[in-house]
DNA sequence: GCGACAG
DNA sequence: ATCTTGTCGC
């Protein structure tokens, strides 16, 4: 697979900012999906002993939840981690990786957050806008926002919020587990993808695509601990 | 100035 | 992300 927009990623940190409220005109906050009938789950590790960064893709097919089809490869640094600026180191490996995949999804679900960002352009909507599939961003930790605890039970949510306006939500995914915090990505609403991320997490507090995809690097990995910056 | 800060 | 420590369940 190909992205439809496509530039430059050797930027300073400040045209990478320029370049994300450039893109991020072009994000899309409403539902408008076609029939989803495969998922694809993405993750990025940095290797600390090769020094390089390993990006996995898997396909799952939404109505079993199996994987289809998967990819693993390794990339070069092209950009250090900057909070606000995650799309710029982990999104070249990953098109790397995209090239690789055949089965194409109707549905991106990221290890990171989406419009739950500074700029409103975290690594999700970046991802969906280049190939223009909707798109969730799906982070175990927020990048920033006020919310209240929401209920906990499996499916409880409360607003995550940036000076008034709602950006994402903490959702609970399972009962009495620490929730996660779901954001549009691209093309798809904040309900839409609330109901995605329960569907794809029905045992687990992380939806099956983070999990599957995680797993894949850490098998690459060998088990050897991840990097640090 | 101090804390916070997706992975 | 990783690391440490503590608590609980098996």
Redesign the pocket.
């Known amino acids: 697979m190909e992205p439809v927009v496509k530039h430059a990623w050797n930027l300073s940190e400040m045209d990478a900012v320029k370049l994300q409220q450039e893109l991020s005109l072009k994000m899309i906050r409403e539902d408008q999906l076609a029939e989803v009938n495969y998922i694809a789950g993405v993750?990025?590790?940095?290797s600390e002993h090769s020094d390089k960064l390993i990006a996995a893709i898997v396909i799952l097919e939404a109505s079993s939840l199996h994987i289809i089809e998967s990819v693993v490869v390794e990339d070069t640094v092209h950009f250090p981690?900057?909070?606000?600026?995650?799309?710029f180191r982990?999104i070249p490996p990953l098109l790397k990786a995209f090239k690789q995949i055949k089965t194409a999804p109707q549905l991106i679900v990221?290890?990171?957050?989406?419009m739950?960002?500074p700029r409103r352009?975290?690594?999700?909507s970046?991802l969906g806008v280049l190939f223009d599939i909707p798109a969730i961003?799906c982070?175990?930790?927020?990048?920033?926002g006020e919310f209240q605890d929401p209920g906990r039970t499996r499916g409880s949510s409360s607003p995550l919020v940036d000076h008034g306006e709602v950006i994402g939500a903490v959702l609970r995914t399972q009962d009495h587990i620490k929730p996660i915090?779901v954001s549009i990505g691209h093309r798809i609403s904040l309900a839409t993808a609330c109901e995605w991320i329960l569907k794809l997490s029905p045992k687990y507090r992380l939806p099956e695509t983070t999990r599957q995809a995680?797993q894949l690097v850490n098998k690459v990995?060998g088990g050897l601990?991840?990097?640090?910056?």
């Open positions: 993750d990025v590790a940095y981690y900057i909070p606000g600026l995650f799309s982990e990221c290890d990171g957050q989406g739950a960002h352009f975290g690594l999700a970046h961003g982070g175990k930790t927020k990048l920033l915090f995680d990995l601990p991840r990097g640090q910056e």
